[in-house]
């Protein structure tokens, strides 16, 4: 699956506001406190982000305090997964909770191909 290129900027947001709704819903039925995300930010190699304060989760996928930074991506399934990182490492982080690599990574699996479904049956 890839996005559709180019993609204007107010459909890329209603895409990613669309992927952040599905994620919240899956974080309440998993028990998961839902963090507070102001900002999704897409980045590429000339915009990686230097905030100091910026939490490294891997190379594509920075966060910090309802901020998620992605590097951007024509492939869905990558967007969905990398936004869904972020999204799961805040939610342990904000509400006091260890950072754990392999409970944010297994939140993420058990996300990623039902909200890549419901996208696809909201199109």
């Known amino acids: 699956m890839t996005l559709q290129a180019p993609m204007s900027e ?9 992927i952040l709704s599905e994620l919240e819903a899956l974080a309440v039925q998993h028990r998961v406190s839902t963090p507070k995300v102001y900002v999704v930010a897409l980045f590429d ?6 905030d100091p304060e910026a939490i490294r989760l891997s190379d594509d996928v920075f966060i910090k305090e309802g901020c998620i930074a992605v590097r951007a991506t024509d492939t869905l399934p990558l967007l969905v997964e990398r936004i869904a990182t972020g999204y799961f490492a805040l939610s342990l982080i904000e509400f006091g909770e ?16 039902p909200v ?6 909201s199109t």
Not at 10 to 18: A, F, G, H, Q, V
Not at 45 to 50: C, F, T, Y
Not at 116 to 121: N, R, Y
Request: hydrophobic share 45%; charged share 35%; net charge positive.
């Open 45 to 50: 190699d000339r915009s990686i982000p230097s």
């Open 116 to 121: 890549l479904a419901k996208l696809a049956l």
């Open 98 to 113: 260890i950072l754990d690599e392999h409970r944010v990574r297994q939140l993420v699996r058990e996300a990623v191909m």
């Open 10 to 18: 107010k459909t890329l947001t209603e895409l990613i506001r669309r």
